[in-house]
């Protein structure tokens, strides 16, 4: 009774909040109404039109000129790269002087933290620690909203494929599953308990979409796909970001299968707003509405205006298109007053319920500002997120964990003393901040780890570029004068990013000969690779004992790398990207399709799909990382071998860890549907769990199979499951399965 009584008070609540919810929301469609009614088509266009502040530049500028009177004047309704409450206010105050008082949208891309940084989004999706993921977005979010932010452009769910494309560093790497999973956590993180709490900020899904299968991996090249597979592949991660209730989306720089995103009425509207229900606003990239210009779909300016309208672009991010072009158009009977209307509403919406019409300086507090961005736990945390994205890729010998009474380290390379660079590419430039005080470098996370009587020696060996071997001398004589080297090697923080595409992917310059040098000495040697993508380093895969994949780690980088060399921390970091061997398989990824003529590496001469130099099996495959531990897996038990579509299979297996430190095991669910009336990947993550176990621990782990995760969009693009065989594979990584067996669906 006491158990139904509880249940009735659950409902009850759930209802009002729900209730309340609905009126809230129509309370707002009538706020938006009243002001559309009151709206000249001017100031409508205004809304639909945003500009970067001074020198805040993120792409090329075409118009500069005064954005304050502009606001004043109703004709700007949201400004990107403003950040700090003193100057969001400012700008602010400008808005509240137009006609209307609409107050501005404060958009910022606050990719990975905001002053305190995380991990690079690759290197946290390495992590494959959700709530982590959804943790490291919330303090974002925190302290970007406490400094007048309401709006990220984040986060970037673009699948990668192609570690030549510099922006594989802001995703969550190259499976749709793992990326959607990561997606719906971030839009959560950022947005909080829901718009209009003070700390949350709206989030933004970008960049919608297949902008990361760029031909060759050149950045805003075209894309050319197949639907089945954007469905697939490319699609997933955006549905997650609609799911999970993204306020906003961005287009994408690139065409698809001929036609700009930005101009893409399939994408825009029959997908995004029609089939999906978003009732968010789209706002372009950086230009991307002139950019249809060039790309040849658009006549000139007014042109491109038109076709991003009709295709359902709300708003113009430096484009300056909707604002000389629009009007006329409208005034010309091209584009219905509706549509402007819907685009205008859309943006309206979210201003009311970031609650800024109720007061439009509620995000511009300096006191809050102070207290959340000089918070103590956000510190703490970056740590915490910072150690488990790194990734262990090699490990003989038991190399390390170092121990921290050593006599003597050699610390050599380009990146041992880096600071700003561990913030990685897409860190905030905050104004007036000493960036290089905050961080926490390699060298001195390490110097603070090692007792006080552990000599540490320094040599730069070459700068990132690595041009000349003219110190490498003094490297190997530091290496010959210590007990054991690290050489911390990589690439820059901006090498990777926004129009950082590399065709060579190789340790820049003369590194690997850095590498070879110090190698030589006889010394027991640690790599750290610091980079926004996977590199190849194929010489020191090969014959270095112990690699270290670094990534960029934010603020606490050097403590974080610190707990990780010294065994503070026990790495349990996972590739989310295939790294390849060499330039020439790439495009490569581990759901890939089986050709009629599958190789295996020993017999690529033999007719088959193979390459005759160059074997296909990766350097190092997704999902794969080391751990100072063991962990096996047995008894693999499945409840049914065969399933109804309406039905579910339970999964459980042992997971042991057999070494002598705890650690944590990333256990991969894998399926394979065995024959389709669409050619399906070798193999595809459908599930995983990350699990701690102490030395000697057993746990029994558990899954679920059911229809969705054995779906896939077919030749109509229909979401279905199709009767057969099904292999399932349970694994330590993509090409480590430890358990396998089969089952049917029957219908
Ligand atoms: C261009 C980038 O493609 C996009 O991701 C970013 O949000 C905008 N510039 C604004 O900086």
């Avoid at 170092?402 to 990146?415: C, E, H, Q, T, Y």
Wanted: charged share 25%.
């Amino acid at each position: 009774m006491r158990h139904f009584r509880s249940f009735s008070i659950l409902i009850f609540v759930a209802l009002a909040i729900s209730t309340s919810a609905l009126g809230q929301s129509r309370k707002i469609e009538q706020r938006v109404d009243s002001l559309l009614k009151q709206m000249t088509l001017e100031e409508k266009i205004g809304q639909l039109t945003q500009y970067a502040g001074d020198n805040q530049a993120t792409g090329p500028v075409n118009f500069k000129g005064d954005h304050l009177a502009l606001i004043k004047s109703g004709k700007i309704g949201s400004m990107l790269s403003i950040m700090g409450t003193k100057y969001t206010r400012q700008y602010q105050e400008a808005a509240m002087q137009s006609r209307l008082k609409i107050p501005l949208l404060f958009g910022l891309d606050v990719i990975h933290g905001y002053k305190t940084t995380f991990p690079i989004p690759l290197a946290e999706a390495a992590s494959w620690d959700i709530g982590l993921i959804e943790r490291s977005a919330r303090i974002a979010a925190i302290e970007a909203s406490a400094s007048g932010i309401h709006w990220t452009f984040a986060p970037m769910v673009d699948i990668g494929r192609d570690p030549r494309w510099g922006r594989v560093m802001e995703g969550a790497g190259e499976d749709p599953y793992l990326a959607s999973r990561i997606a719906f956590a971030r839009v959560r993180g950022f947005q909080g308990t829901g718009l209009g709490n003070l700390d949350s900020v709206m989030a933004c899904a970008k960049h919608f979409t297949a902008y990361g299968a760029a031909v060759g991996g050149r950045d805003y090249n075209s894309v050319d796909m197949s639907l089945p597979q954007l469905w697939d592949i490319y699609l997933p991660p955006f549905k997650a970001a609609v799911d999970a209730g993204a306020a906003t989306f961005m287009n994408s720089f690139n065409d698809l299968n001929g036609v700009p995103a930005t101009g893409n009425h399939y994408l825009q509207r029959e997908i995004l707003k029609d089939r999906w229900n978003f009732q968010g606003f789209i706002v372009s990239d950086w230009g991307s509405i002139g950019e249809m210009v060039p790309h040849g779909y658009a006549a000139d300016r007014k042109d491109a205006a038109l076709k991003a309208i009709l295709a359902g672009n709300d708003m113009d991010m430096e484009s300056s298109a909707y604002r000389f072009a629009l009007a006329e158009l409208v005034n010309e009977k091209k584009v219905p007053m509706a549509v402007v209307d819907e685009a205008v509403r859309r943006i309206l919406r979210k201003k009311f319920e970031l609650g800024l019409f109720d007061d439009p300086f509620r995000y511009s507090d300096p006191e809050r500002e102070g207290r959340e961005l000089n918070n103590p736990e956000h510190r703490d945390f970056a740590r915490e997120i910072a150690r488990k994205s790194i990734v262990l890729l090699k490990n003989d010998k038991q190399t390390l964990p170092l121990s921290k009474n050593v006599r003597s380290i050699a610390f050599i390379g380009p990146n041992v003393k880096a600071e700003r660079d561990n913030h990685g590419f897409w860190s905030v430039h905050l104004p007036n901040l000493d960036y290089d005080k905050f961080i926490v470098s390699q060298w001195e996370g390490v110097r603070s780890k090692v007792s006080g009587e552990t000599k540490m020696v320094y040599a730069q060996g070459c700068d990132v570029d690595c041009r000349t071997t003219d110190g490498f001398a003094e490297a190997v004589e530091a290496a010959k004068l210590s007990d054991v080297v690290v050489l911390s090697v990589g690439e820059r923080a901006n090498m990777s990013g926004e129009a950082k595409s590399r065709s060579n992917i190789h340790l820049p310059g003369k590194q690997e000969e850095l590498i070879k040098a110090v190698v030589a000495t006889g010394k027991p040697v640690v790599v750290l690779i610091n980079a926004g993508r996977p590199l190849v380093f194929d010489w020191t895969a090969d014959n270095v004992p112990a690699i270290v994949y670094t990534w960029w780690l934010g603020t606490e980088a050097g403590n974080a790398i610190a707990d990780v060399l010294f065994g503070d921390y026990n790495p349990s970091g996972k590739l989310p990207m295939t790294f390849p061997r060499s330039e020439g398989q790439i495009p490569i990824y581990y759901n890939h399709f089986n050709t009629g003529r599958p190789a295996r590496d020993e017999d690529a001469n033999n007719y088959v799909s193979a390459y005759i130099d160059l074997k296909n099996s990766p350097k190092f495959p997704f999902g794969f990382g080391l751990s100072y531990t063991d962990f096996k897996y047995a008894d693999l038990k499945l409840d049914r071998s065969q399933i109804r579509p309406d039905g579910k299979i339970g999964v459980t297996f042992e997971l042991t860890n057999t070494g002598k430190v705890a650690g944590e095991e990333v256990v991969q669910l894998y399926l394979h549907d065995r024959v389709g009336s669409l050619v399906r990947p070798v193999k595809e993550l459908k599930d995983f769990q990350k699990v701690k176990l102490g030395p000697g621990e057993t746990k029994r782990l558990s899954f679920t199979i059911d229809k969705e995760k054995l779906s896939f969009f077919n030749g109509d693009l229909q979401w279905v499951a199709e009767p057969g065989e099904f292999e399932i594979m349970i694994g330590s990584s993509s090409a480590d399965i430890r358990l396998r067996d089969k089952f049917e669906l029957v219908k």
